[in-house]
């Protein structure tokens, strides 16, 4: 037996294809690969922000690019619940807008 058999290690490409990070999405629960995916962080002081980065300090939450998650994670408080904190109305529609806004720019990319 060699000792990739013993140890179950594969070639380089597979460890790698194996590490990527898996997140699920607050929408639609369907879990894909990180980069794949929105982040949403509560900051230290309460505020929720888009973090295009996947960098910012706190407590983070993922999306789909598709405006029907962001408007399942909204309307049933999916979000909220996952960041540990209550959004109001305004903050909700402006999340809202910028998951609509995410499809606007896939139609118009496509169109190009």
Known sequence: ??????????SKQEAQARLLPQRSCVGCRQVRDKRQLIRLVRLGNGE???????KKS???AYLCPRPNCWQEGLKKDRLGRAL??????????RLL?????LADEKITGAAS
Not at 1 to 10: F, N, W
Not at 84 to 93: A, D, F, I, V
Not at 97 to 101: D, T
């Open 1 to 10: 037996m060699s000792k990739s058999e013993v140890t179950g290690a594969g």
């Open 48 to 54: 929720v922000e888009v973090d295009v980065t996947g």
């Open 58 to 60: 706190g407590r983070g």
């Open 84 to 93: 540990h904190t209550s959004l109001t109305k305004e903050k909700r529609q």
């Open 97 to 101: 807008e910028y998951g609509q806004s």
